[in-house]
């Protein structure tokens, strides 16, 4: 089965509606530019909850095939959870897709795998399509125990969800080490974990809801070791952090092909 690579840009607490205005704008322009076949590598990016509105008013007003999407979302769908932001109100700004269980999520707000799957639940209650991050840390992959690490996060993050909703869901395999660090995993060790993750799949919702399922790498990826990511073949595309930033960098990493 052929998956549709995805390039996801993960922006962060960075860049105000002001400033997500200009970078959308040049993105869209640089990849029309380039003659970017959206439907050949689905582009998305991911402003902070503030830029949405304006986004969203610019891909629509301007016809844009740039898609978007929150870094997280609550658990809950309305009531007295102050400061938290619901699925509900995602949908209605029209985002397709919302990140869920980022490392920096479950490092600096202590968010465990049972509240990632409560996430998980939330986003497909409203239609939104999440991309499901999970990886090990440093001294993780240092004793060896990285792949079954991430197994297991992958099998609690997904245990709610129905076999249905399994189809669609988007798996970023992140290696914490390697998230702005500039130090990207080699493509054996992004094939290793996605590979483990995808027969894992096979096991548990069959083999043809595995292969349909999308796996992308996280970890410092920049348009000079893009094309060697993807070449790996349980990789679907890659969730990009610092170089989604960049307007003529991130096209260059969702042009990777040419
Ligand atoms: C991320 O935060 O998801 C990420 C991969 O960041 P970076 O590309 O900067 O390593």
């Not at 969730?239 to 307007?247: I, M, N, T, Y």
Request: aromatic share 6%.
């Amino acid at each position: 089965m052929s998956r549709i690579p995805l390039m996801a840009g993960n922006w962060k607490m960075n860049l105000d509606h002001l400033e997500a205005t200009h970078l959308v704008q040049k993105l869209d322009w640089t990849l029309r530019d380039g003659r970017h076949d959206f439907g050949a590598v689905e582009v998305v990016v991911c402003p902070p909850f503030t830029d949405l509105r304006t986004v969203q008013t610019l891909v629509d007003g301007d016809r844009l095939e740039v898609k978007y999407g929150a870094q997280d979302l609550s658990v809950h769908d309305s009531g007295a959870y102050t400061g938290e932001v619901s699925g509900k109100f995602l949908a209605k700004l029209g985002c397709s897709y919302v990140i869920v269980g980022h490392s920096e999520r479950r490092e600096y707000h202590h968010e465990t795998d049972a509240v990632v799957a409560d996430k998980l639940v939330a986003a497909y209650r409203y239609g939104l399509t999440p991309i499901f991050c999970c990886g090990e840390g440093l001294e993780i992959r240092k004793a060896g125990s990285h792949v079954a690490h991430v197994l297991e996060q992958v099998r609690a993050g997904l245990a709610q969800l129905t076999p249905e909703q399994v189809t669609s869901v988007v798996i970023a395999y992140e290696p914490i080490w390697a998230i702005g660090t500039g130090e990207v995993a080699t493509p054996d060790d992004a094939q290793e974990v996605c590979g483990a993750i995808r027969a894992q799949l096979a096991e548990s919702y069959g083999e043809a809801t595995a292969q349909g399922i999308r796996i992308l790498y996280g970890g410092s990826v920049k348009s000079g070791n893009i094309a060697a990511i993807m070449a790996c073949p349980d990789v679907d595309g890659a969730l990009v952090g610092g170089s989604a930033l960049d307007p003529v960098e991130f096209a260059s990493i969702c042009r990777y092909q040419q």
